[in-house]
């Protein structure tokens, strides 16, 4: 640590891991829970919505399904909501601060779940769109998460765990997603139990039960739960001391909040602060920005873009995968709520022993593996795993070796997360300084959900009819992706162990290194 640094700073870095670390991890993380089981659950839902709303019963083979062009806007419309949030958040995050603004996106996500689950109209095609309209708004205010929730966990951390925190804020997606699969596993066994129907291919009509209507909206509606919960809670939160300090200029308010949060006393330094600041006073996209950040914010930008074709595309058409891996049974051996209730319980063991452990495997190993290296890692495994399963798809997709095809799939989503989809999460958090820390975090995150609309309105049409050719096509061009990821990977740099003022260099300690090249020169040459 700099000897240049503030005393609050210090005291942000040093601190002992107490309770208020783990209270801030609550707090932020059942954002991503609400996030995660919002953009997740309508996956268990939308063959359900086919059902109900496009029913084709003049056809023997499959029952209803929604449109292809329907499909991609009802899955894709909250990642492009969720895109514009990033963006928008971020840059308020900035600016306005990180508490003023964090508040705002719960209660676009509480509002906007329950709108999504009152989607009523006078036609099909009525309720699809109401349905999309509010999607993109529960979006937008799950796009803020992503910035605001990363970059205030940072700054609370102490420097040795401050890795493990900010993932273990992550990790609640991985919960999320699991209870997306068991709440809509949950939900449609109560609404089977009381409307039993025969499979479609017994009664192409009465296989759609009408009850059926309630159980999808009740789904969505439940994700505005956890953030009712934590509402309280976050707007309780004092604004982080890093901006309070170095943004607001105000070392006083900085050295007393975090004083009272961290219960120790701190020096105010305001002298030493204005100092500080002007070391560190250049905006995005400057020369110097460019010169000191630019490489580090390509790396976190396509990292991102690139991880998530892959895992949006793998959580997004596992629907489609699973009838083919022989987890779920045809479309028209069962009625519809059995066939929501197949695909959910497909998703809950999938993300119950395939992507939930990655995410704490991520929490325990980050600070002795590093950030870097479990990011290549993690990119490269995947590759190898969904190159395997799309060189190899025509065996595997086989009622004989379905354990072997779901035990291949789930470490892909093991790979995901004990890899690039919680670092590409932690490193925009720590590579950038906090003046522009939150935006260059929703810029990187926003890339990614560029990566999650490739995924939904690009890779999808391969897998929707469930034709083997199509999946294994995909699967190559998502292993081909995952490899790309690994290469770009060598554009960011390890942070762990260090401060974040060091890593950004605001400690000053980037200056006093170009100062030393720029003065090494005339030396030379003079003793020349």
């Given at each position: 640590?700099?000897?240049?640094?503030?005393?609050?700073?210090?005291?942000?870095?040093?601190?002992?891991?107490?309770?208020?670390?783990?209270?801030?991890?609550?707090?932020?993380?059942?954002?991503?829970?609400?996030?995660?089981?919002?953009?997740?659950?309508?996956?268990?839902?939308?063959?359900?919505?086919?059902?109900?709303?496009?029913?084709?019963?003049?056809?023997?083979?499959?029952?209803?399904?929604?449109?292809?062009?329907?499909?991609?806007?009802?899955?894709?419309?909250?990642?492009?909501?969720?895109?514009?949030?990033?963006?928008?958040?971020?840059?308020?995050?900035?600016?306005?601060?990180?508490?003023?603004?964090?508040?705002?996106?719960?209660?676009?996500?509480?509002?906007?779940?329950?709108?999504?689950?009152?989607?009523?109209?006078?036609?099909?095609?009525?309720?699809?769109?109401?349905?999309?309209?509010?999607?993109?708004?529960?979006?937008?205010?799950?796009?803020?998460?992503?910035?605001?929730?990363?970059?205030?966990?940072?700054?609370?951390?102490?420097?040795?765990?401050?890795?493990?925190?900010?993932?273990?804020?992550?990790?609640?997606?991985?919960?999320?997603?699991?209870?997306?699969?068991?709440?809509?596993?949950?939900?449609?066994?109560?609404?089977?139990?009381?409307?039993?129907?025969?499979?479609?291919?017994?009664?192409?009509?009465?296989?759609?039960?009408?009850?059926?209507?309630?159980?999808?909206?009740?789904?969505?509606?439940?994700?505005?739960?956890?953030?009712?919960?934590?509402?309280?809670?976050?707007?309780?939160?004092?604004?982080?001391?890093?901006?309070?300090?170095?943004?607001?200029?105000?070392?006083?308010?900085?050295?007393?909040?975090?004083?009272?949060?961290?219960?120790?006393?701190?020096?105010?330094?305001?002298?030493?602060?204005?100092?500080?600041?002007?070391?560190?006073?250049y905006p995005l996209l400057s020369d110097k920005f460019i010169?000191?950040?630019?490489?580090?914010?390509?790396?976190?930008?396509?990292?991102?873009?690139?991880?998530?074709?892959?895992?949006?595309?793998?959580?997004?058409?596992?629907?489609?995968?699973?009838?083919?891996?022989?987890?779920?049974?045809?479309?028209?051996?069962?009625?519809?709520?059995?066939?929501?209730?197949?695909?959910?319980?497909?998703?809950?063991?999938?993300?119950?022993?395939?992507?939930?452990?990655?995410?704490?495997?991520?929490?325990?190993?980050?600070?002795?593996?590093?950030?870097?290296?479990?990011q290549l890692m993690g990119f490269f495994m995947m590759s190898?795993?969904?190159?395997?399963?799309?060189?190899?798809?025509?065996?595997?997709?086989?009622?004989?070796?379905?354990?072997?095809?779901?035990?291949?799939?789930?470490?892909?989503?093991?790979?995901?997360?004990?890899?690039?989809?919680?670092?590409?999460?932690?490193?925009?958090?720590?590579?950038?300084?906090?003046?522009?820390?939150?935006?260059?975090?929703?810029?990187?995150?926003?890339?990614?959900?560029?990566?999650?609309?490739?995924?939904?309105?690009?890779?999808?049409?391969?897998?929707?009819?469930?034709?083997?050719?199509?999946?294994?096509?995909?699967?190559?061009?998502?292993?081909?992706?995952?490899?790309?990821?690994?290469?770009?990977?060598?554009?960011?740099?390890?942070?762990?162990?260090?401060?974040?003022?060091?890593?950004?260099?605001?400690?000053?300690?980037?200056?006093?290194?170009?100062?030393?090249?720029?003065?090494?020169?005339?030396?030379?040459?003079?003793?020349?």
């Amino acid at each position: 640590m700099s000897s240049n640094n503030l005393s609050v700073l210090e005291a942000l870095d040093t601190a002992r891991t107490q309770w208020y670390h783990a209270k801030a991890i609550v707090i932020a993380g059942m954002g991503f829970f609400t996030d995660a089981y919002d953009l997740f659950c309508i996956s268990t839902v939308s063959k359900l919505l086919g059902r109900l709303y496009f029913p084709d019963h003049m056809n023997d083979k499959n029952p209803g399904k929604l449109p292809t062009d329907v499909n991609n806007m009802v899955i894709g419309v909250a990642l492009v909501g969720t895109l514009s949030g990033q963006l928008v958040f971020g840059w308020l995050g900035d600016k306005l601060g990180r508490k003023r603004v964090y508040g705002i996106t719960l209660l676009f996500m509480m509002i906007c779940a329950i709108c999504s689950g009152l989607s009523f109209g006078y036609s099909a095609k009525a309720v699809i769109r109401t349905l999309c309209f509010f999607r993109f708004w529960l979006g937008f205010g799950i796009g803020g998460d992503y910035p605001l929730s990363a970059t205030i966990m940072s700054e609370y951390a102490n420097k040795r765990t401050r890795g493990a925190f900010i993932a273990a804020v992550f990790a609640m997606q991985g919960m999320g997603i699991i209870f997306a699969g068991l709440i809509s596993m949950i939900i449609s066994k109560i609404f089977l139990n009381a409307n039993p129907a025969p499979p479609y291919f017994k009664d192409h009509v009465l296989s759609t039960q009408r009850n059926a209507d309630y159980a999808w909206r009740i789904v969505l509606m439940i994700g505005a739960l956890p953030a009712l919960l934590t509402f309280y809670w976050r707007m309780k939160m004092p604004e982080t001391g890093r901006y309070t300090a170095i943004i607001e200029g105000n070392a006083k308010q900085a050295a007393s909040d975090m004083g009272r949060v961290l219960d120790i006393e701190i020096q105010q330094e305001q002298e030493k602060l204005a100092m500080f600041k002007s070391n560190n006073d250049y905006p995005l996209l400057s020369d110097k920005f460019i010169q000191r950040h630019g490489r580090h914010l390509i790396g976190t930008m396509t990292t991102w873009f690139l991880l998530d074709i892959a895992f949006y595309s793998q959580n997004l058409t596992q629907k489609d995968i699973f009838p083919v891996m022989g987890l779920t049974k045809k479309p028209i051996e069962v009625n519809a709520l059995e066939e929501m209730f197949e695909i959910s319980r497909a998703m809950f063991v999938i993300a119950m022993f395939g992507t939930f452990p990655g995410y704490w495997f991520t929490v325990a190993f980050i600070e002795r593996l590093g950030r870097f290296n479990i990011q290549l890692m993690g990119f490269f495994m995947m590759s190898v795993f969904m190159f395997i399963i799309g060189f190899k798809y025509e065996q595997l997709a086989t009622p004989d070796n379905r354990w072997l095809f779901a035990g291949l799939y789930g470490l892909t989503f093991f790979f995901a997360n004990f890899g690039p989809n919680s670092t590409t999460f932690v490193l925009p958090a720590e590579l950038f300084p906090t003046r522009v820390r939150s935006t260059c975090h929703a810029m990187s995150a926003a890339a990614g959900k560029a990566g999650a609309m490739v995924s939904a309105f690009g890779i999808q049409k391969y897998t929707l009819n469930g034709e083997k050719g199509k999946i294994r096509i995909a699967m190559i061009i998502l292993a081909v992706t995952n490899m790309l990821g690994f290469f770009c990977t060598f554009l960011v740099t390890e942070t762990k162990g260090r401060s974040l003022e060091e890593i950004s260099g605001e400690d000053g300690s980037k200056d006093k290194a170009e100062a030393e090249i720029s003065n090494r020169g005339p030396r030379q040459v003079q003793e020349s």
